[in-house]
Structures are given as C-alpha cells and as structure tokens.
C-alpha cells in the first residue's frame, strides 16, 4: 500500500499533490486580489470624477458655469469651445493681449532646454564617478548627493543678484554681468541649476549597475572613454534617462515659484502657469476660462508621458536590485 492510499483508508481525504496550494489557501489569495481590484476602481473613479466635471466646465458658458453645476449638463447639454478659442488667442479676462499661446510657446521654451541639458551634464557626470574612477570619487558623489536637501528657495535671491549684476567679491568682479535679467534664459538656467543633483543621482544608481564586462569588452576593442559613453551607456541608461526626463519635463512646465521670481518684470518671458495664475483673477472670477487654461497646461505633459511610459517603471526601478 503506497503512502496515499494509506492517508485515504485513514482520513477518508485524498491528499493534495505536491506543490499544489489546497483550496483553503487559495480562497483568500483570491478575496484579497478582488479587495485590491475595487480598492483601485474606486480611488481611480474618485480621481476622475473631479477632472471630468473639471473638463465639462471648461465647455460651458460663464453664465452656465457661474449658476449650475457641471452634473446639470445630462439634463441640458450645451457645449462649446469657444472659451478655449478665447482662452488661446483672444487675451482677456486679466490675460495678456494674444492669449495663452505665445506664453505655452515660452514654456516649451523653457522646459526643452532644462529638461535635455540636465540629462546631458548628468549622465557624464554619472558616468565619470561610476566608471571612470579618480582620487575623491566618492567624496565627489556624495556632495552631489546632499546638495538634494538644500531648499531651492534659499538660492532665488543670490541668483537673482547674479543675474542681475554678476558676482563681486569687494571691487573685483568673480562672475560678470551676462545681463540674463528678464529673458527666458534666465529661467531655463535656474530650472536646470536646480535638477542637477536629483540627476546625477538618479543616472548614477543606474550607470554603476551596467555589467563591468561591456565596460571591460568595449575598452579591449580600443574604444575611449567618450565612445563608451556614446555607444554603450547611453542606449543601456534610456529607462534612467526617459523616468528623469519625465519628472524634470513636468516639474519645469508646472512650475510657478521660478517662472514668477525670475520672469515677474518681463511679460514676454513668463511661462503658462504664471499667466493661468493671473487668469484665476483676485475673486476666482470667470470659471469657465480659467478651467479651459487649466486643461490647455494638461495637454503637452500627457503627450510626453504617454510617449515614455513604457520606460517610466524600469527607470524608476533603477539600481534599486542589483544583477
């Protein structure tokens, strides 16, 4: 008599094979799989709701959106584009004259060059201090590293000052006047000044963990270092690159503290979100425009997103393991 048939005659139960989790341990598994399941619809459906209605406002009249709320359009349905007609080209409604464009325009102006710039600059620096190794490397590194935790607030003042009149220690000047003061520039530079050190952090986690043999293999083959840098890590480092270029491009065009500071004095060198803050009025006046500007600034981060996102879970894993 075998040894299951031995648990038959004494249990009246046939056993479970090996390796096969028994019916009373699955049961839950399954329970906490579907908890989690409409846990997620309901926080989604949360999150979308209110960006609908969002949405709905802004193709509404301002007669319509000043007296009902957005769920009133299933009963009266009256939609129309013109507030984003109006919102983009026609200016008004504490809106410079043009409308929002040319100030979208500024942005993508000011978030192309910060968001390429830092990954440029970074990822040499990452790949300097993880494979090109020097005296102080790691001291190097670490600095980086804790320039993280330094409020940027801190430096608005003094790089304004730079800006404005250079540097001068006594009578002799250290840094001169570039005379950036009120240019776009000026904010592009600030903005990239300030993702260096989240930048070389991020691509350095990354490059250290590429096999030590391609490194090895590429140098055999007489390959310098810029080759290398080229050739092999910059297509192996595209996930670090792609989730970096995510945040920084949405940090850059959402960002309102930097533009205002440094673009207050100069009109047209004012990105879209100080001009959608100036749209909101001092009484949150005229709704149905500022929810039109509201989704014009939703567009462009959307379409760099859904672009990258097949690097964005790989990018945010980077040398979170190692092998």
């Not at 319509?64 to 984003?84: I, K, M, R």
């Not at 730079?162 to 005379?179: D, K, V």
């Not at 949150?284 to 500022?290: D, K, N, Q, T, V």
């Amino acid at each position: 008599m075998s040894v299951d048939e031995a648990l038959v005659t004494e249990t009246g139960e046939t056993p479970e094979p090996a390796g096969v989790t028994p019916p009373s341990h699955r049961a839950p598994a399954k329970t906490h799989q579907r908890l989690a399941t409409v846990v997620i619809v309901v926080m989604s459906v949360l999150w979308a709701l209110p960006v609908f209605g969002f949405f709905v406002t802004s193709l509404r009249s301002k007669a319509e959106a000043e007296g009902s709320g957005w769920w009133t359009v299933f009963v009266h349905p009256s939609l129309t584009f013109s507030n984003y007609i109006s919102v983009l080209f026609h200016g008004g409604a504490n809106i410079q004259g043009g409308g929002l464009f040319p100030y979208a325009m500024n942005s993508l102006a000011i978030a192309i060059p910060a968001t390429i710039i830092p990954i440029i600059v970074a990822s040499m620096a990452a790949y300097s201090l993880s494979w090109v190794r020097f005296k102080s490397a790691d001291t190097v590194y670490f600095i980086i590293f804790g320039l993280q935790v330094v409020p940027l607030q801190m430096s608005l003042v003094p790089l304004l000052q730079l800006y404005s009149h250079g540097a001068h220690i006594g009578g002799f000047p250290i840094f001169p006047n570039l005379n950036l003061h009120g240019s776009i520039a000026e904010v592009w530079i600030s903005h990239t000044m300030f993702s260096m050190p989240l930048a070389v952090f991020l691509l350095y986690n990354f490059i250290a963990q590429l096999p030590n043999e391609l490194i090895e293999a590429a140098r055999v083959d007489g390959a310098n270092f810029l080759y290398i840098y080229r050739r092999v890590v910059m297509p192996l480092s595209l996930p670090a690159i792609a989730s970096f270029a995510i945040f920084q491009f949405l940090w850059v065009w959402n960002d309102l503290l930097i533009g205002l500071t440094f673009s207050a004095k100069s009109a047209s060198a004012q990105p879209l979100t100080v001009q959608l803050q100036q749209l909101s009025g001092t009484f949150g006046s005229h709704l149905e425009l500022l929810t039109a500007g509201g989704f014009v600034t939703i567009i462009i981060p959307m379409i760099v997103f859904f672009s990258l996102q097949r690097y964005f879970v790989r990018g945010l894993l980077a040398g979170s393991v190692k092998g």
